[in-house]
Nanobody, 126 residues
Framework: QVQLVAAGGGLVQAGGSLRLSCAASGGTFSNYAMGWFRQAPGKERAFVAAVGGRGSSGSTYYADSVEGRFTISRDNAKNTVYLQMNSLKPEDTAVYYC?????????????????WGQGTQVTVSS
């Protein structure tokens, strides 16, 4: 069983930055794609970013709304995935969830996620 523990959320002013982390335990971390999703109040959970697992050459993919502002990365030695968020906007306010996919490849469809971490709140004030 895989456990994912996310951290790094908080309150930040618009234009600021935050770095989320998600530590995984159990399983072979490097084999699997990892991702971040977010859920704003009253909205469905939505894809934010993902990074491929073994054999994917570390490819990444971003939602249009965060492209150029957010960067996803992974450290396989630490079993950790990160989400660096810059130039934050009030519309980025949401609970952010890390996710491990069931394969080395990622999908924007959350039904392809095998494991979820607990959420971490990100609030961006205007």
């Amino acid at each position: 069983q895989v456990q994912l523990v996310a951290a790094g959320g908080g309150l930040v002013q618009a234009g600021g930055s935050l770095r989320l982390s998600c530590a995984a335990s159990g399983g072979t971390f490097s084999n699997y794609a990892m991702g971040w999703f977010r859920q704003a109040p009253g909205k469905e959970r939505a894809f934010v970013a993902a990074v491929g697992g073994r054999g994917s050459s570390g490819s990444t993919y971003y939602a249009d709304s965060v492209e150029g502002r957010f960067t996803i990365s992974r450290d396989n030695a630490k079993n950790t995935v990160y989400l660096q968020m810059n130039s934050l906007k009030p519309e980025d306010t949401a609970v952010y969830y890390c996710a491990q996919y069931a394969s080395a490849w990622y999908y924007i469809d959350l039904r392809m996620v095998q494991y979820w971490g607990q959420g971490t709140q990100v609030t961006v004030s205007s």
